[in-house]
Nanobody
Framework: QVQLVESGGGLVQAGGSLRLSCAASGIIFGFDVMGWYRQAPGKQRELVATITTGGSPNYADSVKGRFTISRSNVKNTVYLQMDSLKPEDTAVYYC?????????WGQGTQVTVSS
């Protein structure tokens, strides 16, 4: 059974940094794509960043230049380094992983940025 477990969320002041981690278990081969999504209160879940097995990243325009996604294929772990955080980055952040046609989600971790 595949499980994704996020960690690293918390409360930070505007301009600060946080690093999220998502560790996957229950899989033998690596995921095709891993990434992060977020959902703010009253809003739909949105893409933050994704990264392929080969390390090619893709970012939402709102986080380009501030967030950096990376992954360890050996550890089946994806990271999100978030710098220059803004209050509008406040949301629950979800880890996502895709293998062939299967889509997996973590339970989410809260990120709160105070002004």
């Amino acid at each position: 059974q595949v499980q994704l477990v996020e960690s690293g969320g918390g409360l930070v002041q505007a301009g600060g940094s946080l690093r999220l981690s998502c560790a996957a278990s229950g899989i033998i081969f690596g995921f095709d794509v891993m990434g992060w999504y977020r959902q703010a209160p009253g809003k739909q879940r949105e893409l933050v960043a994704t990264i392929t097995t080969g390390g090619s990243p893709n970012y939402a325009d709102s986080v380009k230049g501030r967030f950096t996604i990376s992954r360890s294929n050996v550890k089946n772990t994806v990271y999100l380094q978030m710098d220059s955080l803004k209050p509008e980055d406040t949301a629950v952040y979800y880890c996502n992983a895709i293998l062939v046609e299967s889509d997996y989600w973590g339970q989410g971790t809260q990120v709160t940025v105070s002004s």
